[in-house]
């Protein structure tokens, strides 16, 4: 175990706007047993490292305050414990915190191979949204072949990969986007209708379709009386974030009468041996079609470590389309 004492990482000074976003020169972690260390090539952004910057999702006990939730690069130093990795070994995972660095430590349970044929810079995008999308669409909601599925945000990292899972596994897909631009992409990648929600009624397309038999929701507030009457009976809906707010009047009546199920989850705070569940199934169901080229991550744009505060900027314009990556060598 070779490993070096300090490293290159981006820390939160204090809670703010993407201008608080700084470089700074951390000790370099050592891993603990059941852990490894990964020295990082590439780190994926996402809304949630949004609102730990923003001082709104404090990171879970024990963790690094260092924001970044997935990355890819190689096995750089492994704890007691572990098997199955060796130092060396390409591969991407999921963190419970610190992956804007060169080095971060992990669970070896939410460690996975890099896909074969997919570059590092592509695997740095998969751990968190593909953990949340088959955990929350598949794991969760229960996604059949053949159902009615009504991603929101469907251009975003999450609704890229939800898009794509969805129509693989055999299901009717609907998704909203805020633009033609984005509404094409989401055609492009499998939906059968894309529906412009600047425009378009998206309750009313769903409704005159016979209602979705599974949604998944991180807009949140108006959103969730709009969902409920969106849904066909006995139907699902599954919450992973409220942009708009987790606060909203809703009238449960339609709830009962029609056998409606809301339920959602967030990731970073389950424990190690249930992302270590996620991990395994992924690995089983959906890393051999990410080998196939039939699944891939949607790459938005590339920014330097040193620039990880205008990859946040990027993210909120909600301009992008698919994931955003942070080049963490080089």
Request: proline fraction near 7%; charge should be negative; hydrophobic fraction near 45%.
């Amino acid at each position: 175990m070779d490993l070096p004492s300090t490293m290159r990482a981006i820390e939160i000074s204090e809670p703010g706007g993407p201008e608080v976003l700084r470089l700074c020169e951390r000790p370099v972690p050592v891993p603990a047993p059941g852990k490894v260390v990964v020295r990082l090539a590439y780190a994926g952004v996402n809304r949630p490292d949004a609102l730990q910057r923003a001082g709104a999702y404090d990171p879970p006990p024990g963790a690094s305050d260092l924001p970044g939730l997935e990355g890819a690069g190689t096995i750089a130093a492994i704890g007691e414990g572990v098997t199955g990795w060796k130092i060396g070994d390409k591969v991407c995972a999921l963190f419970p915190g610190g992956s804007y660095a060169t080095h971060a430590a992990t669970d070896a349970g939410q460690v996975l191979p890099v896909p074969e044929g997919m570059g590092l810079r592509e695997a740095a995008c998969l751990p968190e949204t593909f953990f949340t999308v088959w955990s929350n669409v598949f794991m969760r909601g229960g996604l059949q072949a053949g159902e009615r599925f009504l991603v929101h945000g469907g251009s975003s990292g999450i609704g890229t990969t939800a898009i794509q899972l969805a129509n693989l596994f055999g299901a009717r897909v609907f998704a909203t986007a805020g633009s033609a631009e984005k509404c094409a992409a989401c055609r492009d990648l499998g939906a059968e209708r894309a529906i412009n929600y600047r425009d378009e009624d998206f309750v009313r397309i769903l409704q005159a379709e016979g209602g979705a038999n599974l949604i998944l929701d991180m807009v949140g507030g108006d959103y969730l009386p709009r969902n409920l009457k969106s849904l066909a009976e006995d139907g699902r809906l599954v919450q992973i974030a409220f942009l708009q707010g987790p606060k909203v009047a809703v009238n449960f009546a339609p709830l009962m009468m029609r056998r409606l199920t809301i339920t959602g989850s967030t990731l970073r705070p389950q424990s190690d041996a249930a992302k270590a569940a996620i991990a395994q199934a992924l690995l089983r169901e959906v890393w051999p079609h990410l080998a196939a080229g039939r699944v891939k991550p949607v790459m938005d744009s590339e920014f330097s470590l040193e620039a990880a505060a205008e990859a946040h900027a990027r993210m909120e314009s909600s301009e992008h389309i698919g994931k955003i990556v942070l080049r963490i060598e080089g």
